[in-house]
Each structure stands twice: as structure tokens, then as C-alpha cells.
């Protein structure tokens, strides 16, 4: 369950939905920001330590003055793990995580509370916030071990809802950007949780650009955009 944190639903609003956006490469970090602030839309982002087109990384300390804006403008945090890994399959008291260099650990429910927890230090070094209780496995692949392990020490995990897959990440040439607009203004509901990315590695034809037209369309359509607390 979610309730509004930072956003307040007005009588003319037809429903509310989240939008939530997970670091990718960050290419697109700037622009995404200006698109919500410019709808005075709030958003939670989900941080992981990703490469980014720049060389660094999305958690290093050159990045702390864009998170440090994002935490002034009233967004929320999760965590998106460390290392953005896959977590594939549980084995006994153990769950495979494949890093993105092809390596496979073996995390037990310590080493998953530490992936889990470790943007959330690090967050709170470079913006003096922590990130909310709140957390979204890469991919949205998560077992029952992961899940039970970090719930035990204090993240929820978040998915999205089916047609709140915005699909920044299919191939542009199939999935044109216009197509993508259109499938959301149609299909998105009262309480959807919408997911993107700051930034693409494959995709040719960005994304981010068109969230404005989304944005304004789903606020011809009556939506108000929340960002996503744990209820009560």
C-alpha cells in the first residue's frame, strides 16, 4: 500500500499516480529533474551505484550536488543495491546474485541487507538524508530470501504496476517514443506506480525528452503525482 508523501491530492485531481525513476546510466539526470519540476511533480528515485555516461559513478561524490537539489525539491529515496545486480535464484540459505561483470556471489541474508543498505549510507554521506525505508530489486527480480532478508532489516520492496512500465529500455526502433506516450496516457490508472530510468544504455532514441508531453497529458487527464511512503 502507498499514500501520497510531498504531494496533496486537490479536489480536481481524478487520481493520483507515482512516478518513480532508478539511476541507469544518469544520462538524462538533469533533464528529468527540470521535466518534474517544471509540472511541480514530486518522484521517488531508486539509487544504485551505476556507471554512468560520464565515466563516474551515480553514488560517487561528484554526483552529491544533484542529489542534494533532488532532496531540497521534496522527492523521495530508495534503494536500488549497490552493485545492481540480478538476483536469480534462492539455494538453501543462500541467493546467486550475478553482477553486471558476469561474476555470481552467493548472499546470505546478511550480504543482502548490506547490498540493500549500502546506497542508503552512502546517501546520507553525500546529502545528510537518509533514503526512505523503501527498496526496488534491478529488474524487479527478487526471491523470497531477498525479499525476507531486507524486510528484516527495514526495506519494502517496490515494483511497479503492469502499464506503469514506461519502457525507456526496449528498443526505440520497435517502441518509438510516441508509442510509448500514447500506451501510457491510455492505460495508466488511479495508483499506478510508474517506472523509468535516469539514463539508457542501449536504447538509440532516449526517453526522457518526451516525459514532458507525458507529464502534461496525464495532467490534462486530471492525475496528481505522489511520491511513494510506506502507509501509516
Known amino acids: 500500500m502507498v499514500s ?7 479536489a480536481a ?3 493520483t499516480l507515482y512516478l518513480t525513476f532508478d539511476t541507469g546510466n544518469m544520462r538524462h539526470a538533469e533533464l528529468v ?34 542529489w542534494q537539489a533532488r532532496v531540497a525539491e521534496g522527492h523521495a529515496f530508495g ?11 534462492d539455494q538453501g540459505n543462500l541467493t ?10 552467493d548472499l546470505d541474508s546478511k550480504g543482502i541487507c548490506e547490498e ?5 549510507a552512502r546517501f546520507k554521506e553525500l ?5 526512505d525505508p523503501l527498496w526496488r530489486a534491478p529488474g524487479g527480480r527478487t526471491t523470497p530470501l531477498t525479499l525476507q532478508a531486507a524486510q528484516a532489516c527495514g526495506y519494502r520492496h517496490v515494483g511497479w504496476a503492469p502499464a506503469g512500465f514506461l519502457g525507456d529500455e526496449l528498443p526505440s526502433e520497435s517502441y518509438p517514443n510516441s508509442r510509448l506516450v500514447e500506451r501510457a496516457l491510455k492505460n495508466l490508472k488511479d495508483g499506478d506506480i510508474v ?9 538509440k532514441d532516449p526517453f526522457a525528452p518526451a516525459l514532458d508531453e507525458l507529464l502534461s497529458g496525464l495532467g490534462a487527464r486530471g492525475f496528481c503525482f505522489a511520491t511513494l511512503a510506506l502507509a501509516g
Not at 501520497?4 to 486537490?10: E, Q
Not at 511541480?40 to 551515480?58: I, P, S
Not at 546467486?96 to 556471489?105: E, N
Open 4 to 10: 501520497g508523501a510531498g504531494s496533496v491530492a486537490s
Open 13 to 15: 485531481c481524478s487520481g
Open 33 to 66: 529533474a527540470a521535466t518534474l519540476a517544471k509540472h511541480k511533480a514530486r518522484a521517488t528515485f531508486f539509487v544504485a551505484n551505476e556507471k554512468t555516461l560520464r565515466g563516474d559513478y551515480a553514488l560517487d561524490k561528484a554526483w552529491a550536488p544533484y
Open 79 to 89: 534503494s536500488h543495491t549497490w552493485q545492481h545486480g540480478s538476483f536469480r535464484q
Open 96 to 105: 546467486q546474485y550475478r553482477l553486471m561483470d558476469g561474476r555470481t556471489l
Open 116 to 120: 540493500v543498505h549500502r546506497p542508503d
Open 127 to 131: 546529502t545528510g538524508r537518509a533514503l
Open 195 to 203: 517506472m523509468a530510468h535516469l539514463g539508457i544504455w542501449s536504447r
